[in-house]
């Protein structure tokens, strides 16, 4: 009977069954985003960040659900927690070029095109077919003007 027992939690475990996961949340908060309904998909994405701290995925994501809210809305709290996600997305994976490019379009629309420039830069560096690559250069070669 212990063997049995042993063998269902393992396999529960194994499965993922009994718990919620952060890449459920990241899943919900992507339906609530498509479904325009903002305020949901950030606290999934909230959920989701507090069972893995460093899932990148999730503040890129509630970075852009703030995004959204502030473009509806227009106040700028939610630009501030917008870039915030972005910055801690690039922050945990360094390499996340989405995330880059998402900063650096905020940085770029507030008028820092030099810090624009270098997340541009460095997102191209990451993955250099990008399909808007000639319009990142574009704006790279302008944020590096003096």
Not at 34 to 59: F, G, N
Not at 76 to 81: A, C, G, T, V, W
Not at 92 to 113: E, F, R, S
Request: glycine share 6%; with cysteine.
């Amino acid at each position: 009977m212990f063997r049995l027992t042993l063998t269902a939690m393992l396999l529960a475990a194994i499965l993922g069954c009994g718990g919620d996961s952060a890449e459920k949340y990241i899943q919900e908060g992507f339906a609530n985003f498509q479904q325009q309904r903002y305020d949901e998909a950030i606290a999934s994405y909230e959920k989701a960040i507090k069972l893995e701290p460093r899932a990148a995925t999730a503040y890129n994501m509630m970075g852009m659900a703030y995004r959204f809210k502030y473009n509806q809305l227009g106040a700028p709290e939610f630009r501030q927690k917008e870039m915030a996600a972005f910055q801690k997305a690039v922050e945990i994976d360094p390499k996340n070029w989405v995330a880059m490019i998402n900063l650096g379009t905020d940085y770029y629309a507030d008028g820092q095109k030099d810090k624009a420039a270098a997340l541009f830069k460095k997102a191209l560096e990451l993955n250099p077919d990008h399909p808007e690559k000639a319009k990142f250069q574009k704006l790279i070669t302008e944020g590096e003007q003096p």
